[in-house]
């Protein structure tokens, strides 16, 4: 079935610093990506959708220059936490679209801000 | 963004018993997914519906897509202790590129 790798699985960096997190369709293509912050205990909560070869759109109330998507092919979309402070540590999770409609999630990347 | 209502909010259920639970909407939907997530993972997509009315099996699960396409209803039969974690239900509609999430069933299951 199909697989989506994220990577890292978790880290770990001081405030002020920028972390990049990979999101990569193995064994599809996938113009649209997905990404999702969760809070413990809580649902999924979508920040942007990826679209490849365009800009990324942004939920409302997600900060577009902290949070920078970059869907660069069909297999890739990176989300780069800029200047991280601690209470930006979460679940960040990312998704692809396998179509019709089929949605398949990473692992997801825990991050924490010190 | 627009949330599903998912129930039970969590359950303690005894190894071996049936589960049932849902996810409603105030809005139509075109496709439900459901969706395990165990602590620390993604979630894994466990059953899809693209047709109101549907019935569909994976194993021990059975889902329904409701007639009025604004409910489904997952079911977990002769349940064991790895299907501990949270249920999500998810919620599609045409042209949308996006799901909607219901706010998730925490299972307990007790050996």
């Known amino acids: 079935g199909a697989v989506v790798s994220q990577h890292p699985s978790w880290v770990i960096c001081k405030s002020g610093t920028s972390v990049k997190i990979e999101c990569r369709s193995l064994?599809?293509?996938?113009?649209?990506m997905f990404w999702y912050r969760q809070f413990p205990k809580q649902s999924l909560m979508l920040m942007a959708t990826?679209?490849?070869?365009?800009?990324?759109?942004?939920e409302q109330g997600v900060e577009k220059d902290k949070f920078l998507i970059n869907h660069a092919s069909l297999t890739l979309s990176t989300l780069t936490v800029t200047s991280a402070h601690p209470e930006d540590s979460s679940f960040y999770i990312c998704?692809?679209?396998?179509?019709?409609?089929?949605?398949?999630f990473g692992n997801g990347t825990r991050l924490t801000v010190t | 963004g627009q949330q599903l209502n998912q129930s039970p909010q969590s359950m303690f259920i005894q190894e071996g018993e049936d589960v049932s639970m849902n996810c409603t909407s105030s809005?139509?939907?075109?496709?439900w997914l459901w969706y395990k997530q165990d602590p620390g993972e993604g979630p894994v997509l466990l059953i899809a519906?693209?047709?109101?009315?549907e019935l569909t099996s994976n194993g021990r699960l059975t889902a329904q897509f409701g007639i009025t396409r604004k409910d489904s209803f997952l079911n977990i039969s002769a349940s064991i202790p790895s299907d501990v974690g949270i249920y999500f239900c998810?919620?599609?509609?045409?042209?949308?590129?996006?799901?909607?999430f219901g706010t998730g069933t925490r299972l307990t299951v007790i050996p």
């Open positions: 998704s692809a679209r396998d179509p019709p409609l089929d949605l398949h």
């Open positions: 064994d599809f293509q996938a113009t649209t």
């Open positions: 990826s679209n490849e070869g365009s800009k990324a759109t942004y």
């Open positions: 809005s139509i939907f075109n496709t």
């Open positions: 519906l693209y047709k109101a009315g």
């Open positions: 998810a919620g599609g509609k045409t042209g949308a590129n996006n799901l909607f």
